[in-house]
C-alpha cells in the first residue's frame, strides 16, 4: 500500500472514530442532562406533596410515601421516599393497634353510656386518620341520630332488639343493648340538648309503639360538652315495664 493510500485510510478511521467517539459522548452527555432535568422536576413537583408528607393523616402520609418510594426516577428520591415510608408504616400499625385496643375496652368494659361515647369517637377519629382519603363531616346535622337502649332485666332484651330494628329502618344508628340495674321508674328517652327537644319527642313517638308511657325527658348540664356527641340520645327501659301487648 502506497504511502499516499496509507495516510487516505488513516485520515478515514481517525474522521470515522471521532466522529463515533463525539457522538456516543453527546448522547451520553445530553441522556445525562435529560436525566438531571427529569430529577429536578421530580424534586420540584415533591415539594408540591410536602405540606401533605407532614400534616395529613397517616392514612394520607402512608399512600403518599408507598406511591413515591416505588414510581419516583431518581434512585437517591426513591431511597429516601422508602425510608421516610418505613416510618410512616410505623406510626401506621401503631395506630391499627391502639384501634383494636379501644374496640376491645368498648366490647369487654361495661362502661357508662358517656364513657362508651367517647371510646366510640376515638374509634371514630382513629379511623379517619387511617383512611388514605379522610371523610371530614364538618356539619353536626350530617351526624346521624344514635340511641343507647338500656334495659331493666334480661327479659326485655328481645323486645327491645325489636324497637332498635324499628330505629334502624329510620337510619337511627342503635349500637346496641345494655342490661342497666339502676333504672328509672319510668321509661325515658333521655336528650342531652335543648334543640334536640323535637327529634328526641319523636323518637320518643316511635318507641311507644313497643314501650308505652315512653316520654322525652332533658337532662341539663351537656350543652357544651365536647365529649359527648350531637344527636345523642338514651332509651331508659324500667325494670317494671312490660312491652306493648304483653300479659302483666
Request: net charge neutral; proline share 4%.
Amino acid at each position: 500500500m502506497s504511502e499516499e493510500r496509507f495516510k487516505a485510510w488513516l485520515t478515514f478511521w481517525q474522521f470515522m472514530l471521532g466522529t463515533v467517539v463525539v457522538g456516543l459522548t453527546s448522547t451520553f452527555i445530553s441522556h445525562q442532562i435529560q436525566t438531571r432535568e427529569v430529577e429536578i422536576k421530580e424534586q420540584e413537583a415533591n415539594a408540591k406533596f410536602l405540606e401533605q408528607a407532614l400534616q395529613e393523616d397517616v392514612g394520607v402520609r402512608r399512600r403518599l410515601s408507598q406511591y413515591f418510594s416505588h414510581v419516583t426516577r431518581s434512585k437517591e428520591l426513591r431511597e429516601r421516599w422508602s425510608e421516610y415510608s418505613k416510618i410512616v408504616e410505623s406510626e401506621y400499625q401503631a395506630t391499627v393497634a391502639e384501634k383494636q385496643r379501644i374496640q376491645k375496652e368498648i366490647e369487654n368494659n361495661a362502661t357508662d353510656a358517656v364513657a362508651r361515647e367517647q371510646l366510640q369517637l376515638r374509634v371514630a377519629d382513629l379511623e379517619r386518620q387511617l383512611s388514605p382519603k379522610p371523610a371530614v363531616v364538618t356539619d353536626a346535622t350530617q351526624l346521624q341520630a344514635r340511641v343507647y337502649i338500656h334495659v331493666g332485666t334480661n327479659t326485655q332484651r328481645s323486645h327491645a332488639e325489636e324497637t332498635a330494628t324499628t330505629l334502624r329502618a329510620d337510619s337511627v344508628v342503635v349500637p346496641g343493648i345494655e342490661l342497666r340495674p339502676n333504672s328509672p321508674k319510668r321509661n325515658e328517652l333521655r336528650y342531652f340538648r335543648a334543640s334536640e327537644k323535637a327529634e328526641a319527642e319523636g323518637l320518643a313517638a316511635a318507641i311507644r309503639a313497643t314501650w308505652p308511657d315512653t316520654e322525652a325527658k332533658y337532662v341539663p348540664g351537656y350543652e357544651s360538652s365536647t365529649a359527648m356527641r350531637p344527636r345523642h340520645y338514651e332509651l331508659w327501659i324500667a325494670a317494671t315495664s312490660r312491652p306493648h301487648g304483653t300479659k302483666p
